[in-house]
């Protein structure tokens, strides 16, 4: 089911580590007009984008996160490429 089936608002999945940070996001952009999906880590928003791709609108995530290459890598694929 496709974001504009159900009219709800555009969905917007949220990577971050530090639990304090992502609270302070998903906040900023639920009052910015977005459903927000939260991950605390790579191998969680793999997850949720693997079951909700057609639904995620965008993705917010920081520059660097354990386990993952840069978000510049990650912007042309998915959410996050597993580092080696």
Do not use: I
């Amino acid at each position: 089911m496709g974001q504009n089936e159900s009219n709800e608002l555009p969905l917007v999945l949220l990577v971050e580590d530090e639990w304090l940070v992502r609270m302070t996001a998903a906040n900023d952009l639920k009052d910015a007009g977005f459903q927000v999906l939260e991950a605390a880590n790579a191998d969680g928003a793999l997850r949720m984008l693997e079951a909700r791709s057609d639904e995620v609108v965008g993705l917010f995530t920081n520059v660097h996160m354990p386990g993952c290459r840069p978000a510049r890598e990650n912007a042309s694929g998915t959410a996050c490429v597993q580092g080696q």
